[in-house]
């Protein structure tokens, strides 16, 4: 009985719960956005409240942001960057309730997870731009674009890998075109 339920809690947490995964076709055609799985041993924090870091048991802290003027699934919305061991994680959260006016809960409303990054990521290879630190084509920053990028001596990274942008009616991450996204460098900027 056990082992069903686990089958179908990781069939349907497969189906339902997805970080975004930017990849090429064959040479010559035009890149596709594809969904890919979320690590599903990352999948539990989805739906995880929370209102202090500190009750974030064996994750390290890397990072938040609010978004300004912007609500996400009708809440406040946020990210928090985290790492749990050498896995990467920026979850999209949304305000729930105030406790007091110092301390606000959170919930996890989706999760992009970076396993073919992590490395890069980790060794400060790679960047991950979030929280208004990407902007697009106009040269405005957007706030709702989440981006990989590759590190340089460029104050504005332009070597983009993966990008996404959240979708503030769902509170999910979708797939987002890396094309005419810049980055500014956390190193320069």
Same mark, same amino acid.
């Given at each position: 009985?056990?082992?069903?339920?686990?089958?179908?809690?990781?069939?349907?947490?497969?189906?339902?719960?997805?970080?975004?995964?930017?990849?090429?076709?064959?040479?010559?055609?035009?890149?596709?956005?594809?969904?890919?799985?979320?690590?599903?041993?990352?999948?539990?924090?989805?739906?995880?409240?929370?209102?202090?870091?500190?009750?974030? =048991?064996?994750?390290?802290?890397?990072?938040?942001?609010?978004?300004?003027?912007?609500?996400?699934?009708?809440?406040?919305?946020?990210?928090?960057?985290?790492?749990?061991?050498?896995?990467?994680?920026? *979850?999209?959260?949304?305000?729930?309730?105030?406790?007091?006016?110092?301390?606000?809960? *959170? =919930?996890?409303?989706?999760?992009?997870?970076?396993?073919?990054?992590?490395?890069?990521?980790?060794?400060?290879?790679?960047? +991950?731009?979030?929280?208004?630190?990407?902007?697009?084509?106009?040269?405005?920053?957007?706030?709702?674009?989440?981006?990989?990028?590759?590190?340089?001596?460029?104050? *504005? +990274?332009?070597?983009?890998?993966?990008? *996404? =942008?959240?979708?503030?009616?769902?509170?999910?991450?979708?797939?987002?075109?890396?094309?005419?996204?810049?980055?500014?460098?956390?190193?320069?900027?």
């Amino acid at each position: 009985m056990q082992t069903i339920k686990s089958i179908l809690f990781a069939a349907i947490a497969t189906l339902g719960i997805t970080s975004c995964n930017y990849q090429s076709q064959v040479s010559g055609q035009q890149p596709t956005l594809q969904y890919a799985s979320v690590d599903p041993q990352l999948q539990s924090y989805i739906g995880l409240r929370y209102t202090t870091t500190k009750e974030l =048991k064996e994750i390290e802290f890397l990072g938040a942001s609010i978004f300004g003027g912007g609500a996400v699934k009708n809440m406040q919305g946020g990210y928090t960057y985290v790492r749990k061991g050498q896995k990467n994680m920026l *979850w999209l959260t949304g305000q729930i309730n105030v406790v007091n006016q110092q301390q606000p809960a *959170w =919930k996890v409303l989706d999760i992009l997870s970076f396993p073919e990054y992590d490395r890069l990521l980790n060794n400060n290879s790679y960047y +991950l731009g979030w929280g208004g630190r990407c902007r697009i084509k106009n040269g405005l920053s957007n706030p709702d674009v989440v981006a990989i990028a590759v590190l340089s001596k460029e104050e *504005w +990274l332009r070597d983009i890998k993966q990008a *996404w =942008k959240i979708n503030r009616e769902t509170g999910k991450f979708e797939p987002y075109s890396p094309n005419n996204i810049s980055c500014e460098n956390p190193n320069l900027g």
